[in-house]
């Protein structure tokens, strides 16, 4: 015969379970980033970490993909401020750097960033920061607006494109087609063909973060 005091002790003396918040789903969710990968932050995953169902997740994130946005804004947290002394220019540099290095730091969360669509209080931090330092440069709102969204894309593509590098195998034939060219019927890809692939991938990123901070402060949106 079962002892059903002993049984309603077992359950009154086992610990009782965290209550589910979205902050604390979101810490999870960035725990299992650090572990195991942006491929294994699923709802299904989640569940099983929390020790609950999936369906009492979506009463907190309604998908997979708010959820991977919400991770992405809790790692924006990580992305320095600007720094206090130096040129609007060079402290606008050095905060996309910091964001750049976020993502390179988590390498399956940079090509996912490009489609993600953070809204939480780090990534309007980081909005406000870059605003801040377009308008101290004495950049048009309208083109700071625009501005803003075009620097965030071209170092999210950056780390993912860094992430997704293309094997050696693949550099050396892409090269060899290159300077094989003849100068008849492709002149221009003859005469550069050597500095489209030169430099390194960081110079190549200064570059093109201070050219795109220049077209900003000088092209006017459209009306």
Do not use: C
Not at 19 to 43: Q, Y
Not at 108 to 114: F, K
Not at 140 to 167: K, Y
């Amino acid at each position: 015969m079962t002892d059903r005091s002993d049984t309603s002790r077992s359950r009154r003396e086992r610990p009782a379970k965290p209550a589910l918040t979205r902050e604390g789903i979101v810490a999870a969710a960035v725990a299992i980033l650090r572990a195991e990968g942006l491929p294994k932050v699923t709802m299904r995953r989640l569940a099983q970490e929390l020790d609950t169902g999936p369906a009492s997740l979506y009463v907190y994130v309604r998908n997979t993909a708010e959820l991977h946005a919400a991770v992405l804004d809790e790692l924006l947290g990580t992305v320095g401020r600007a720094p206090a002394e130096g040129d609007w220019r060079e402290r606008l540099e050095r905060v996309l750097d910091s964001y750049t290095e976020m993502l390179f730091a988590h390498p399956s969360l940079a090509r996912s960033a490009l489609s993600a669509r953070p809204s939480g209080p780090h990534y309007l931090n980081l909005i406000e920061t870059l605003l801040a330092l377009l308008d101290e440069g004495g950049v048009p709102p309208a083109q700071a607006a625009w501005g803003v969204d075009l620097l965030l894309q071209h170092a999210t593509a950056s780390a993912a494109e860094h992430v997704e590098t293309a094997s050696e195998e693949d550099w050396d034939a892409l090269r060899g087609a290159l300077r094989g060219l003849p100068e008849r019927t492709h002149p221009r890809i003859a005469a550069v063909g050597d500095s489209l692939l030169s430099g390194t991938p960081e110079a190549r990123l200064a570059w093109g973060r201070r050219t795109l901070i220049a077209g900003i402060e000088r092209t006017a949106v459209p009306d």
